[in-house]
């Protein structure tokens, strides 16, 4: 069981170089190379450059990256999916994602380039039409060629669509996470938590952070370098969560418990079903730890 952690997932605007250098360095597990809401209209074309010329050159060691392009209705869209395609990132983040056939699109454009497999495609759910339609939107990831790989929820663009207010325990938009959260697993894909925008207020982002990864959430997109280490304590399992994962294993590991459904660990009944909770557990520790 081989896992890619994806506890810390931060944005980076393309137009800025240093911050693309900066990207090389920090303990996120990814970083997003933005060419969209963080670069001005006339900085579009340098950001797409300066973005695919550092994915092209590399140096962003184990960390996982990915190109944001300008959304399908831009006129932007088309050069920076084909400047991300060549880049080679991997993954490419398409913003407003409303239909599966946005993503049947992407893909056939990313196949008629030659695109490498390895580039998947993460779907930004940031409209009310997307939550109404994210059951179709997630069953896409069915077929190979849309290259679904994940979401990441856009929750300002949602509380701007929906005036909805971000409030702290976000209860106005926890339905829409957790559906795309039902969503995104019913059809075998990651899902990341949208930003915490007062960068400031460490308690609540804290807070925030420990709700997603409650809701199931893989991980967080973050606005600022000084999220990630508080993003990565609270998405890593515990010391205590692995020893008891391991623990669990081994029990149903032995001999006599091969073909058992439920076994006795320290007085508490443990069906099998843990034990599979629990190998996830470790392959994601394990995999924090490399």
Not at 23 to 48: C, F, H, M, S, Y
Not at 63 to 89: C, K, M, Q, S, Y
Request: glycine share 6%; with cysteine; proline share 5%.
């Amino acid at each position: 069981m081989t896992f890619r952690p994806r506890r810390s997932v931060l944005y980076m605007p393309g137009s800025n170089a240093r911050a693309l250098e900066k990207a090389k360095t920090l303990a996120a597990d990814g970083v997003i190379l933005d060419l969209e809401d963080a670069v001005a209209p006339d900085a579009k074309e340098t950001a797409r450059k300066q973005v695919a010329d550092a994915v092209k050159a590399g140096g962003f060691g184990a960390r996982e990256v990915f190109i944001r392009v300008n959304g399908l209705d831009t006129a932007w869209h088309a050069d920076d999916l084909t400047a991300a395609a060549h880049a080679g990132p991997d993954a490419i983040l398409v913003p407003k994602i409303s239909s599966p056939d946005q993503l049947e699109m992407i893909g056939q454009r990313l196949l008629d380039m030659g695109t490498d497999l390895k580039t998947r495609v993460w779907a930004m759910i940031e409209t009310p039409i997307a939550l109404l339609n994210i059951r179709d939107i997630a069953a896409a990831a069915d077929d190979s060629e849309t290259r679904l790989a994940g979401f990441v929820m856009g929750t300002n663009d949602l509380a701007k669509e929906t005036r909805a207010r971000l409030v702290p325990g976000r209860a106005p938009m926890l339905p829409w996470l957790a559906l795309c959260m039902a969503a995104a697993r019913a059809n075998g894909i990651e899902i990341l938590d949208g930003v915490y925008n007062d960068h400031s207020n460490v308690e609540g982002f804290r807070e925030e952070c420990a709700q997603a990864r409650d809701m199931g959430f893989d991980g967080k997109t973050l606005i600022h370098p000084n999220q990630i280490e508080p993003c990565n304590e609270i998405f890593s399992p515990s010391a205590d969560e692995v020893a008891q994962a391991r623990k669990m294993i081994a029990a149903f590991d032995l001999p006599e418990n091969k073909n058992k459904g439920v076994v006795a660990i320290d007085g508490r009944m443990v069906e099998r079903m843990h034990a599979e909770m629990a190998r996830r557990t470790v392959a994601i520790a394990e995999a924090i730890k490399n």
